[in-house]
């Protein structure tokens, strides 16, 4: 089962460019996580949302949560090469010992 | 600042090889977890312990693996005896309760 969606799969932008990814869970979420890995790498915390409405930023890569949506965006403001990579999200959905990952996005950021 | 390790970076192992995959969490981290990721796929969860004992597994963490913590730093997954599937990086994590905290992982190959 997908407790996490994750669009859109994966994602070819321009350098300077601004870019979405969204994360949606099928159930309520408790915390939602953004972390960020190069291929073959560890996963690097990016950001924790745990309120709705809330939203974060770290340095040009902002994330929102919509709790009545069960939806998480992260937002790149002019994408560099340095943001290429995968991004996931992922959430304590069911139980705080346990840990949901979307499937990731893969971002390429073309110089 | 301090940082989630694990060794080994690689580890190639014939089928039916018992394997001991170390982490050394975050020192005042308290909530320990293991993940895996097959390449090309999602990361999963397989299993969180706290208070020297498991608090959650998922249904890949079957009779053939275990977790322990054996002293005040080391914490390791084994795998009694390998099967090819399970030919994946492994990530251990650790947290004080919130944020999770990722190390390099340790990629496995069964041959």
């Known amino acids: 089962s997908q407790e996490l969606e994750q669009s859109p799969q994966s994602l070819i932008v321009q350098e300077g460019k601004n870019l979405t990814i969204n994360c949606t869970s099928s159930?309520?979420?408790?915390?939602l996580y953004w972390y960020k890995q190069k291929y073959g790498e560890g996963l690097i915390f990016l950001m924790m949302l745990q309120k709705g409405g809330e939203e974060k930023s770290h340095e040009k890569i902002t994330a929102k949560l919509d709790e009545k949506k069960q939806q998480s965006s992260l937002h790149i403001t002019a994408s560099q090469p340095s943001h290429a990579g995968i991004y996931l999200c992922?959430?304590?959905?069911?139980?705080?010992?346990?840990?949901?990952f979307g499937s990731g996005t893969k971002l390429n950021v073309k110089p | 600042e301090p940082e989630v390790t694990q060794t080994p970076s690689h580890q190639v192992t014939q089928m039916g090889q018992e394997v001991i995959l170390r982490c050394v969490p975050i020192?005042?981290?308290?909530?320990f977890y293991w993940y895996r990721q097959i390449l090309g796929q999602k990361v999963e969860f397989l299993v969180s312990?706290?208070?020297?004992?498991?608090?959650?597994k998922s249904e890949i963490f079957d009779d053939q693996f275990s977790v322990e913590r054996p002293d005040g730093s080391n914490f390791t997954l084994k795998i009694r005896s390998t099967k090819l599937e399970d030919s994946a990086m492994y990530f251990c994590?650790?947290?004080?309760?919130?944020?999770?905290?990722f190390g390099p992982g340790t990629r496995l190959l069964v041959l």
């Open positions: 994590a650790s947290s004080q309760g919130e944020t999770q905290y």
């Open positions: 159930k309520t979420l408790y915390g």
């Open positions: 312990f706290y208070n020297n004992e498991i608090s959650e």
């Open positions: 992922g959430a304590d959905i069911n139980n705080f010992n346990k840990f949901y």
């Open positions: 020192s005042n981290h308290l909530y």
